[in-house]
């Protein structure tokens, strides 16, 4: 294996806490392509949802690492990787075992062709990785798609904050938008969002960063851990429907 999923093992060996070993799904290629250019009214608004965490050397790239959970199990699962500038797409699927006894440290192996796929990383782009095939866009209007926060080529434990608390990096696609309204709730908590817009010539494919913090010990304890994530887009003071995401934030085992 490339890398261990053992997350925060050090902190957390006083509370009896134990990752799993990390188990390689390899992926099935569906699109990759390096583009001249993109638009950012494509339809798919989340262009990446992580833990914020170092950045992994060159030579250990492409890496993508997340925690599927147990009831995602005979599951088909997507892999979307969109680039800052629009110039790098790939959507790469995935099958989860019928087996799956328990929530599984998972490395998706990615076999891109594109050397671009190791040269870029969560600061100038992003992934998303969604239950369901892929087929089309994610994250349309109205729905509420389900994803699990990822590791994309950085290491696999997360940076802790002062408060015990790891952040969750979320980059997103808003055309015609004044400023967000945008909140995140865990469990029946809501809890403090950061959005910023996005500015300069690269950006093409997404616009905006937004982030929150959640309690490291949920990244391993045995029951999953979700955040429901909601904005609105406020343009010429009008707002727009409500769009949302379903993000797990980990369960170890």
Request: net charge negative.
């Amino acid at each position: 294996m490339r890398h261990s999923l053992a997350l925060l093992t050090a902190l957390l060996t006083s509370s009896g806490v134990a990752s799993a070993d990390v188990v390689q799904i390899n992926g099935t290629i569906v699109q990759e392509a390096e583009l001249d250019r993109t638009l950012i009214s494509k339809p798919s608004w989340l262009r990446g949802v992580h833990f914020k965490s170092d950045a992994l050397l060159d030579d250990t790239r492409p890496s993508l690492l997340a925690v599927i959970p147990k009831d995602w199990a005979g599951a088909e699962i997507c892999a979307r990787i969109t680039s800052i500038r629009g110039d790098y797409a790939a959507m790469v699927e995935f099958d989860v075992s019928t087996d799956l006894e328990g929530n599984l440290d998972a490395d998706l192996a990615l076999e891109l062709e594109s050397a671009m796929a190791r040269k870029i990383s969560v600061s100038d782009s992003g992934v998303v990785v969604e239950k369901g095939q892929c087929v089309g866009d994610s994250a349309d209007a109205g729905t509420a798609g389900e994803y699990v926060a990822n590791f994309w080529n950085q290491a696999s434990e997360p940076s802790v904050t002062g408060n015990g608390e790891a952040t969750i990096l979320m980059r997103m696609n808003i055309a015609r938008a004044d400023q967000l309204e945008a909140r995140a709730t865990l469990g029946d908590k809501e809890i403090a969002t950061d959005c910023e817009k996005l500015s300069g010539p690269e950006v093409l494919a997404y616009n905006y960063s937004c982030s929150f913090d959640v309690p490291v010990a949920l990244l391993t304890e045995i029951d999953r851990s979700e955040v429901t994530f909601s904005y609105e887009r406020v343009y010429r003071g009008r707002y727009s429907e409500t769009r949302a995401a379903r993000i797990i934030i980990g369960a170890g085992q």
